[in-house]
C-alpha cells in the first residue's frame, strides 16, 4: 500500500518538493481563507494572529529540539503552569503582597529551565523513557501549582509586565516579538551550534552519534533544560496575555505543540525537520483555528476539520515511503 | 492589603484542612469511632476556584457544627471518585453524612446505592441521571441539589441586552458542547434572544470553559465582527475573563460589556471596574455546607425526609446575581470577609422543584 503515495510523491518531484508541503498547505490555507473572508488579510487580522501565534509557538521551538532527538516532553502543561505561577506570586498580584518586578520573569524562566534540567536528569541518569519520566514532571508541576495557588486564580497587577501583552512596539504586541526572539534563538542553537548539531545526531542514530564522541548525557540534559527555558518564556507571556495565572492555564497547549511540530514536517521518530518547520506549523495551525471562525464553520464540526487537516498536513510532509513499518 | 491578609489566611485553612484530610484517613477506624458522624465531601478537583470555595464552605460548616470533616477529591477519574467514597463508609462504618458532586451522571447511582447500603446520607448536586430519584432511597438520599442553567443563562442576556440599550450585535461563548449546564445555560440566552429581536446573535462559538481558549477566540471574532460587537455572552465567567482579555489586548475593555456565570473573584473584579456587567454565582460557599447541613440534620433526626415536599428532595437552588448594584455590598461580605451563611436555614434557598 505504501507504494501508491511514493509513486504520487515521485511524480512531484519526490523529497524535496515533500520538505516544501507544509509551507504550500500554510499559503494555500491562507489563500482560500482570504478569498472566503477579505477580513483575513487586514492588518489588525494578521497583528490578531501574530498574538495567538505568541505562545504556541515559544512552546514548540522548546518541544522541537526534544523531538528532534526522538524523545517527547509531554511536561509542557506542568512547566508552563509553574513557570506562570511563580511569576505570577512573585509580582504584584492580589493574592500576597510581593513586587520583585522583572526579577518575577527571571525567576519565572529559572524555574521552567530546573523543570526541564530535572526531566533530563530523569531521562538520562534514572534511564526512564522520556514519555512517562516527562509525564511525571508534567503531574509534578501542575501539583506544585494547585498547591502553591490555592486552587485559585490569581490576578497578575504588574502594569510592566503586563505591557508584554498590552503594550505594542512598530504595531505589534511586545509579547509577538519575544516570540519571535524566541525563534530566532532557537533558530542559531539548531544551525550553528554544536549542540545543534548534536542533537540531530542523536535523533537520526543515537548508536553512531555515540560513536563518534557525542556526550550523549549531556547533550540529552542540556536539550531538556533548554526546552524547559523556552516553556518558561511561555509561561511568562501566557501570565502575561490572560493578567491571570490558575494551576490550569497550560490546559490544551501541549496538543497544540505537539500538532504545530508534526504538522510542520519535523518526524516523531527524531532526527528530521527543525524549528523552521515548526514556524510553519505553529502559523498553520494559528490561521486554521482563525479561518474557520471567520468562515463561520459551526463549533460542532471544527474539531473534525482541525482532525482532517492534522491528517493531511502529515501525509503530504512526511516521508512515508522510507518507513517500512507504520506503528 | 486587606485582600492579601484574608487569601493567606484561607490557604493556610485549605493545607490545614488537606493535612487533616489525610491524617484521617491514615487513621484506623477504632480510633475514630464515636458517635458523632463525620461528614464527607466529595468534589471534583482543587485546581478551580469554584470547588477550592466550596471547601471552604464545607469546612466553615464543619467548624459551626462541630464535627469532623474530610474532602474527597476525584480529579475528574469517575472510578477514583466512587472507590475513595467507598473506602470512607467502610472506614466510619456508615456513621457518615455525604455532599457529593458527582464526577459525571452514571455515577451517582453507584453512590447513592454504596450509601443506602451503609446506611450513611447523601445529599447530590448537579448530575444525577434523571430516572434515580431521593425517594426511592428513603431516608438515605436525602435531596439532591441543581441550579436552573436556562435561568441563569436568561437572566444575564437579558441584563446584557439592557447594558446596550436593547439593540445591536452580540457574540455568545459556549461551554463544552456535552455538558449539562452549557446546554441549559445556551437554551437560557436562546429564549432570551427571542424575546428581543432588536438584539442579533452574530456568532455562537464553544470556548470549553477556559479563559485561554477564549482568548484566542475573541481576537478572532474581533476580526470577523469587529465593532459591530457589542456586547458578549459568555457561559461561564473563566471564558469572559479570557475574552475580557482579549479585548484589552484591542483596548477595548470596559467598552463591550460581558455577562458571565459562576461568581469568581476575577469576574467579581470586573463587575466592580465595569469591564463586566453582571455574573450569577451559584455560590459553591452555601452548596459546600448546606448540602452538609441538610444531611447531617436528617441523619440526626431534625427532619425525617420521607415527610418532606418533593421540592424539598428535588429542588433549584437559589442563584445570586451579582451586577453593578449590588457589587460592593457582595464584595464586603464574600470577599473581604468569609460569608455568614444561618446553617439552620436549610430550605431558604429552595426555588422550585427540578424540571422533568
Given at each position: 500500500?505504501s507504494l501508491?503515495?511514493?509513486?504520487?510523491?515521485?511524480?512531484?518531484?519526490?523529497r524535496r518538493?515533500?520538505s516544501?508541503?507544509?509551507?504550500?498547505?500554510?499559503?494555500?490555507?491562507?489563500v482560500l481563507?482570504a478569498?472566503?473572508?477579505p477580513n483575513?488579510?487586514?492588518?489588525r487580522?494578521?497583528?490578531r494572529?501574530?498574538?495567538?501565534a505568541?505562545v504556541?509557538?515559544?512552546?514548540a521551538?522548546?518541544?522541537?529540539?526534544?523531538?528532534l532527538?526522538?524523545s517527547?516532553?509531554?511536561?509542557?502543561?506542568g512547566t508552563?503552569?509553574?513557570s506562570?505561577?511563580?511569576?505570577?506570586?512573585l509580582?504584584v498580584?492580589?493574592g500576597?503582597?510581593?513586587d520583585?518586578?522583572w526579577w518575577?520573569?527571571?525567576?519565572?524562566?529559572?524555574?521552567g529551565?530546573?523543570?526541564?534540567?530535572v526531566s533530563g536528569l530523569?531521562?538520562?541518569m534514572?534511564?526512564?523513557?522520556?514519555?512517562?519520566?516527562?509525564?511525571?514532571?508534567w503531574?509534578?508541576?501542575?501539583?506544585?501549582?494547585?498547591?502553591?495557588?490555592?486552587?485559585?486564580?490569581?490576578?497578575?497587577?504588574d502594569?510592566s509586565?503586563?505591557?508584554?501583552?498590552?503594550?505594542?512596539?512598530?504595531?505589534?504586541?511586545?509579547?509577538?516579538?519575544?516570540?519571535f526572539g524566541?525563534?530566532l534563538?532557537?533558530?542559531?542553537i539548531?544551525?550553528?551550534t554544536?549542540?545543534?548539531?548534536?542533537?540531530?545526531?542523536?535523533?537520526g542514530?543515537?548508536d553512531?552519534a555515540k560513536?563518534s564522541?557525542v556526550?550523549v548525557?549531556r547533550?540529552?540534559?542540556?536539550?531538556?533544560?533548554l526546552?524547559?527555558?523556552?516553556?518558561?518564556?511561555?509561561?511568562?507571556?501566557?501570565?502575561?496575555q490572560?493578567?491571570q495565572?490558575?494551576?490550569v492555564i497550560?490546559?490544551?497547549r501541549?496538543?497544540?505543540?505537539?500538532?504545530?511540530v508534526v504538522?510542520?514536517?519535523?518526524a516523531l521518530?527524531?532526527?528530521?525537520?527543525?524549528v523552521v518547520?515548526?514556524l510553519i506549523?505553529v502559523?498553520i495551525?494559528?490561521?486554521?483555528a482563525n479561518?474557520m471562525?471567520?468562515?463561520?464553520i459551526?463549533p460542532?464540526?471544527?474539531?473534525t476539520?482541525?482532525?482532517?487537516m492534522?491528517?493531511?498536513?502529515?501525509?503530504?510532509?512526511?516521508d512515508?515511503?522510507r518507513l517500512?513499518?507504520v506503528? | 492589603?486587606?485582600?492579601t491578609k484574608n487569601?493567606?489566611?484561607?490557604?493556610?485553612t485549605l493545607?490545614?484542612g488537606?493535612?487533616?484530610?489525610v491524617a484521617?484517613?491514615a487513621?484506623?477506624?477504632?480510633?475514630r469511632?464515636q458517635d458523632?458522624p463525620?461528614?464527607v465531601t466529595s468534589?471534583?478537583?482543587?485546581s478551580?476556584p469554584y470547588?477550592?470555595?466550596?471547601?471552604?464552605?464545607?469546612?466553615a460548616?464543619?467548624?459551626?457544627a462541630g464535627?469532623?470533616?474530610?474532602?474527597l477529591?476525584?480529579?475528574?477519574?469517575?472510578?477514583k471518585?466512587?472507590?475513595?467514597?467507598?473506602?470512607?463508609l467502610?472506614?466510619?462504618?456508615g456513621?457518615?453524612v455525604?455532599?457529593s458532586?458527582?464526577?459525571?451522571?452514571?455515577?451517582?447511582?453507584?453512590?447513592?446505592?454504596?450509601?443506602?447500603?451503609?446506611?450513611?446520607y447523601?445529599v447530590?448536586?448537579?448530575?444525577?441521571?434523571?430516572?434515580l430519584h431521593?425517594?426511592?432511597f428513603?431516608?438515605n438520599?436525602?435531596?439532591?441539589i441543581e441550579?436552573?442553567?436556562i435561568s441563569?443563562g436568561?437572566?444575564?442576556?437579558e441584563i446584557l441586552f439592557?447594558?446596550i440599550?436593547?439593540?445591536g450585535g452580540i457574540?455568545?461563548l459556549?461551554?463544552?458542547?456535552s455538558?449539562?449546564?452549557?446546554?441549559?445555560r445556551?437554551k437560557?440566552?436562546?429564549?432570551?434572544?427571542?424575546?428581543?429581536?432588536d438584539?442579533?446573535?452574530?456568532?455562537f462559538?464553544v470556548?470549553n470553559?477556559?479563559?485561554?481558549?477564549a482568548?484566542?477566540?475573541?481576537g478572532?471574532?474581533l476580526t470577523r465582527f469587529?465593532?459591530?460587537?457589542?456586547?458578549?455572552?459568555?457561559?461561564n465567567d473563566d471564558m469572559g475573563s479570557g475574552a475580557?482579555?482579549?479585548?484589552?489586548?484591542e483596548?477595548l475593555?470596559?467598552k463591550?460589556?460581558i455577562?458571565?456565570?459562576?461568581?469568581?473573584k476575577?469576574?467579581?473584579d470586573?463587575?466592580?471596574?465595569g469591564?463586566?456587567?453582571?455574573?450569577v454565582?451559584?455560590?459553591?460557599?452555601?452548596?459546600?455546607g448546606?448540602?452538609?447541613?441538610i444531611?447531617?440534620n436528617a441523619k440526626?433526626g431534625?427532619?425525617?425526609?420521607?415527610?418532606?415536599?418533593?421540592e424539598?428532595?428535588e429542588f433549584y437552588?437559589?442563584a445570586v446575581?451579582?451586577s453593578?448594584?449590588?457589587?460592593?455590598?457582595y464584595?464586603?461580605t464574600?470577599v473581604?470577609?468569609k460569608?455568614?451563611?444561618?446553617w439552620?436555614?436549610l430550605?431558604?434557598?429552595?426555588?422550585g422543584?427540578?424540571?422533568?
Amino acid at each position: 500500500m505504501s507504494l501508491i503515495p511514493g509513486r504520487i510523491a515521485a511524480l512531484f518531484g519526490g523529497r524535496r518538493w515533500r520538505s516544501l508541503a507544509p509551507l504550500a498547505v500554510l499559503i494555500v490555507l491562507c489563500v482560500l481563507i482570504a478569498i472566503a473572508n477579505p477580513n483575513f488579510i487586514e492588518v489588525r487580522n494578521l497583528v490578531r494572529l501574530a498574538n495567538s501565534a505568541a505562545v504556541p509557538l515559544t512552546l514548540a521551538m522548546g518541544l522541537t529540539f526534544i523531538i528532534l532527538m526522538g524523545s517527547i516532553d509531554l511536561s509542557v502543561e506542568g512547566t508552563l503552569s509553574v513557570s506562570a505561577m511563580v511569576l505570577v506570586l512573585l509580582a504584584v498580584n492580589d493574592g500576597n503582597g510581593n513586587d520583585y518586578g522583572w526579577w518575577a520573569v527571571l525567576a519565572a524562566i529559572v524555574a521552567g529551565t530546573a523543570m526541564g534540567f530535572v526531566s533530563g536528569l530523569v531521562q538520562t541518569m534514572l534511564r526512564i523513557p522520556s514519555f512517562m519520566g516527562t509525564l511525571g514532571m508534567w503531574f509534578i508541576g501542575l501539583g506544585l501549582s494547585v498547591y502553591m495557588l490555592g486552587g485559585s486564580a490569581i490576578k497578575l497587577n504588574d502594569a510592566s509586565i503586563r505591557d508584554l501583552a498590552l503594550h505594542r512596539f512598530l504595531g505589534l504586541p511586545v509579547a509577538v516579538w519575544v516570540a519571535f526572539g524566541a525563534f530566532l534563538l532557537a533558530a542559531i542553537i539548531q544551525y550553528h551550534t554544536k549542540l545543534g548539531r548534536h542533537i540531530l545526531a542523536i535523533g537520526g542514530d543515537e548508536d553512531v552519534a555515540k560513536l563518534s564522541g557525542v556526550n550523549v548525557v549531556r547533550v540529552r540534559i542540556t536539550a531538556f533544560a533548554l526546552a524547559g527555558f523556552f516553556f518558561g518564556i511561555a509561561g511568562v507571556l501566557a501570565a502575561a496575555q490572560l493578567g491571570q495565572s490558575h494551576a490550569v492555564i497550560g490546559d490544551g497547549r501541549l496538543f497544540a505543540a505537539v500538532t504545530a511540530v508534526v504538522v510542520g514536517g519535523t518526524a516523531l521518530t527524531g532526527g528530521e525537520g527543525g524549528v523552521v518547520n515548526t514556524l510553519i506549523g505553529v502559523l498553520i495551525v494559528t490561521v486554521l483555528a482563525n479561518g474557520m471562525i471567520l468562515l463561520g464553520i459551526s463549533p460542532y464540526i471544527q474539531q473534525t476539520v482541525q482532525g482532517l487537516m492534522i491528517i493531511a498536513a502529515v501525509a503530504l510532509s512526511l516521508d512515508r515511503v522510507r518507513l517500512r513499518i507504520v506503528k | 492589603m486587606k485582600d492579601t491578609k484574608n487569601f493567606t489566611v484561607n490557604r493556610r485553612t485549605l493545607m490545614l484542612g488537606a493535612t487533616a484530610g489525610v491524617a484521617a484517613l491514615a487513621m484506623p477506624s477504632v480510633l475514630r469511632a464515636q458517635d458523632k458522624p463525620t461528614l464527607v465531601t466529595s468534589i471534583r478537583s482543587l485546581s478551580n476556584p469554584y470547588h477550592a470555595v466550596w471547601k471552604t464552605g464545607a469546612e466553615a460548616y464543619a467548624k459551626w457544627a462541630g464535627l469532623e470533616h474530610v474532602t474527597l477529591v476525584s480529579e475528574g477519574n469517575s472510578e477514583k471518585g466512587i472507590a475513595d467514597i467507598k473506602a470512607m463508609l467502610a472506614k466510619t462504618g456508615g456513621n457518615m453524612v455525604l455532599n457529593s458532586d458527582p464526577n459525571d451522571t452514571p455515577d451517582a447511582r453507584p453512590i447513592v446505592e454504596a450509601c443506602a447500603k451503609a446506611g450513611a446520607y447523601v445529599v447530590t448536586q448537579w448530575n444525577k441521571p434523571p430516572d434515580l430519584h431521593p425517594k426511592d432511597f428513603n431516608p438515605n438520599y436525602v435531596s439532591h441539589i441543581e441550579f436552573d442553567g436556562i435561568s441563569s443563562g436568561k437572566t444575564i442576556a437579558e441584563i446584557l441586552f439592557k447594558t446596550i440599550g436593547g439593540k445591536g450585535g452580540i457574540v455568545a461563548l459556549g461551554g463544552l458542547i456535552s455538558t449539562t449546564a452549557a446546554i441549559e445555560r445556551k437554551k437560557g440566552l436562546d429564549a432570551a434572544l427571542a424575546a428581543n429581536p432588536d438584539i442579533k446573535l452574530l456568532d455562537f462559538q464553544v470556548a470549553n470553559w477556559k479563559s485561554t481558549e477564549a482568548f484566542d477566540l475573541m481576537g478572532n471574532l474581533l476580526t470577523r465582527f469587529g465593532d459591530d460587537i457589542k456586547g458578549i455572552w459568555a457561559a461561564n465567567d473563566d471564558m469572559g475573563s479570557g475574552a475580557l482579555e482579549a479585548l484589552r489586548a484591542e483596548n477595548l475593555a470596559g467598552k463591550v460589556p460581558i455577562v458571565g456565570v459562576d461568581g469568581i473573584k476575577t469576574a467579581v473584579d470586573a463587575v466592580r471596574t465595569g469591564e463586566f456587567a453582571c455574573t450569577v454565582t451559584s455560590d459553591p460557599f452555601w452548596q459546600g455546607g448546606m448540602g452538609l447541613a441538610i444531611g447531617y440534620n436528617a441523619k440526626i433526626g431534625k427532619f425525617d425526609p420521607t415527610k418532606e415536599p418533593p421540592e424539598h428532595r428535588e429542588f433549584y437552588g437559589k442563584a445570586v446575581l451579582i451586577s453593578h448594584d449590588n457589587v460592593e455590598e457582595y464584595y464586603k461580605t464574600n470577599v473581604d470577609a468569609k460569608p455568614e451563611i444561618d446553617w439552620n436555614d436549610l430550605w431558604g434557598r429552595v426555588t422550585g422543584a427540578i424540571r422533568t
